[in-house]
């Protein structure tokens, strides 16, 4: 009796299995490393106006900050590949033996995705109400005579803040005259 060895159908060998589930941390590593190199090639890439004074311009931060992320991406393999490994979450106030609360994660989810949409056409203020509202909602908080109130309030001063204080500029929407 015979038997082929060229067979292509045979799963991978358990050595080779059994390393990549041992260093699965290679794909925090190799998620570092792209964006890394994305935000390098960002700043690097990006268009300064020649006319700027000073050591520290808009791409000091993301040279540093891409940087960064290469060189923790490196030692963080260096590390997983000589046997380090990562502690699994004991979680204090988590109780791992429940499933993931997939309907909070997917009501989060969709007030960000709302508040992106609803940013330009409403601006900053009404947008961000509206997601600080949401995401208490999402979060398990029902006080509907308190919740709209303080969203509002916090996406005003956050508003006042960035816009008039710091100078960045927020869509403000129908509200722009107003304020």
Not at 88 to 111: C, F, H, I, N, Q
């Amino acid at each position: 009796m015979t038997t082929s060895t060229t067979d292509t159908t045979r799963a991978p060998a358990p050595g080779r299995r059994s390393w990549l589930r041992d260093h699965s941390e290679l794909g925090v590593c190799a998620l570092l490393l792209a964006l890394g190199v994305l935000v390098l090639t960002d700043a690097l890439t990006m268009d300064v106006d020649i006319t700027q004074r000073g050591p520290v311009g808009p791409k000091t931060v993301p040279i540093v900050v891409g940087a960064g992320l290469l060189v923790i991406a490196a030692l963080l393999a260096v590390d997983v590949l000589r046997g380090g490994r990562g502690q699994a979450e004991t979680g204090e106030d988590v109780d791992l033996s429940e499933p993931a609360d997939w309907r909070t994660v997917l009501l989060l989810a969709g007030v960000f995705l709302g508040a992106a949409v609803l940013i330009e056409p409403l601006g900053f203020p009404v947008a961000g109400a509206l997601l600080f509202w949401g995401a208490a909602f999402a979060l398990g908080s029902r006080r509907t005579d308190r919740d709209p109130l303080i969203a509002a309030v916090v996406s005003f001063v956050t508003y006042a803040v960035f816009n008039n204080l710091l100078g960045v500029p927020l869509p403000g929407g129908p509200l722009m005259g107003v304020l």
